[in-house]
């Protein structure tokens, strides 16, 4: 083989394993989740990293039916391909989150915020910021179960993006391969979470497997004590899956959840 050729067969191989990478995901059943319920409280739910609304559906559902205001929004770089995602920092994330804070206060007097794993991450940083009804974690982050993740600043010197497992039911919800440096970014987010956890002093309830395969369990425990609320709990699962409430078949997580915004309505 000649060496344009071999150039040509290099470049398209290069195509053929970053196609991932710039590939969009479908749009049905990954846009914004929104429902009113004037003069009820209002739930913010955020999803996680490389996620789409689609991973809190049933649960927006679920609050919806209970009569909240829930408002799922899309988070800056997601549901579009990873090469969007790559272009945004946490901060981008954030300003989402807060946009739709803001929306969420127009219509309510009481707005709690639920996350899940990053999405939980984002919500503490709200409640440092703003006076909410209650928050929510589910896999909040402080140490990640793949320690080479430390290393993903350094990384994304020379790997643009590495391989995300997705299950089979996911498909087309969540993106295949995450960029290097939304790994790093990441690690930004937990580290000034880490910072800001005393400021947050609303009532918190933490969900956490202990076969978080994603998350180390030991994070539950690290925001129990670096937390500055008073009221404050860990709800323990043994959930196979890192977002949890996608394995609660029984509904049994989506209960507490609730029984725990009722329980802080007034």
């Known amino acids: 083989m000649n060496l344009p050729r071999l150039l040509i067969c290099l470049v398209l191989l290069t195509a053929c394993s970053s196609a991932p990478f710039f590939t969009p995901l479908p749009q049905d059943d ?16 955020i999803h996680g990293l490389s996620a789409t609304p689609w991973e809190v559906k049933t649960l927006s559902i679920y609050l919806a039916e ?7 929004p899309v988070l800056a770089g997601h549901g579009r391909s990873p090469a ?11 300003t989402n989150v807060n946009e739709s804070y803001a929306r969420l206060a127009a219509v309510s007097t009481h707005v709690f915020v639920i996350g899940v794993s990053t999405g939980g ?14 928050i929510v974690t589910i896999g909040a982050p ?8 430390k290393y993903a600043k350094l990384a994304s010197n020379v790997l643009r993006w590495t391989p995300h497992t997705v299950l089979p ?14 790994i790093a970014e990441l690690n930004k987010l937990i580290a000034q979470t880490v910072a800001d956890a005393p400021s ?5 309830l933490l969900i956490q497997s202990r076969v978080d395969p994603t998350v180390d369990p030991s994070s539950a425990n690290d925001l129990y004590l670096m937390l500055g609320s008073q009221d404050k709990r860990i709800l323990w699962l043994d959930s196979v899956t890192h977002t949890v409430i996608r394995d609660d078949t029984q509904g049994a997580v989506l209960a507490d959840i609730l029984k725990f915004l009722n329980a802080r309505e007034k």
């Open 121 to 134: 991450s984002l919500a503490l940083e709200l409640g440092k910021e703003y006076p909410l009804a209650g």
């Open 66 to 72: 209970h009569h909240y205001t829930v408002l799922a």
């Open 142 to 149: 402080v140490t990640l179960r793949d320690t080479r993740t």
């Open 200 to 204: 947050v002093k609303e009532p918190v």
């Open 30 to 45: 990954n846009g914004q989740f929104y429902a009113e319920h004037p003069g009820r409280p209002a739930v913010l739910i």
């Open 84 to 94: 969007d995602l790559e272009a945004t920092t946490w901060q981008d994330w954030y």
């Open 169 to 182: 039911e996911e498909e087309g919800h969540y993106y295949p391969v995450l960029p290097t440096k939304t």
